[in-house]
């Protein structure tokens, strides 16, 4: 009995995976960062943090989505640009763009018989798909999604900021700062080994990354707060 060969593959994430894990990772770190500097100046209550870190949800979550949605959109408006060239060159070049598509595949180790054989057989099978995922390396898998992408944006940042909210909310005023550093720190290597995970990257690496970071923005923020709250 022949079993089935089964491949996982993860190629078909890369457009919102990308933008959640952005989103999330800048969720936490800049809601903390920002709560953690707050938290550090003297003269802030607890009013203060929380209208902070509340405002500071809403603006990055429109922020991240407006971004995303911009910047996906640019790239969907650069690959309909090129798609578009490419099927003018198809209609008024057909036999040079044959010739094109052979010395492609012969570049990738099929001699040349057998190349022209292949690009004859995909361009009468569909000349525009095999030009756009042989010559221009663009596919459906990979296509640029802006609302995709803009809204996995903005809710994985709100997502993001919500842990480091409670951390403030459900803490001290004294144990404010502290508090939301551990919780966000946490929260930063879980993210990051999940993200690692689910994209078949080294987990151990992907959780120092996002720790690093993480740490450093959250210390210069808090060093910054208590700087000038003490100088106010």
Sequence with gaps: MRTRHRER??????????????GAN???LSTASLLVGVASAAQAGPSDIMIAGVAGLVAGAMSMGAGEYVSVSSQA???KAELALESR???EDPTGEHKELTEIYVRRGLDRDLAHRVAEQLM???ALEAHARDELGLSVTTAARPLQAAAASAVSFASGAILPILAVTLSTRELAAPVTVMVSLVGLAILGAASAGMAGAPVVRGVVRVLFWGALAMALTAAVGHLFGVAA
């Excluded at 593959?9 to 933008?19: K, N, P, T």
Aim: no cysteine; net charge negative.
């Design 9 to 22: 593959h993860r190629l078909d994430r890369i457009g919102w995976l990308r933008a959640a894990v952005l």
């Design 26 to 28: 800048d969720g936490i």
């Design 77 to 79: 408006d650069s690959e």
């Design 89 to 91: 060159e198809l209609r």
């Design 124 to 126: 009468a099978h569909d």
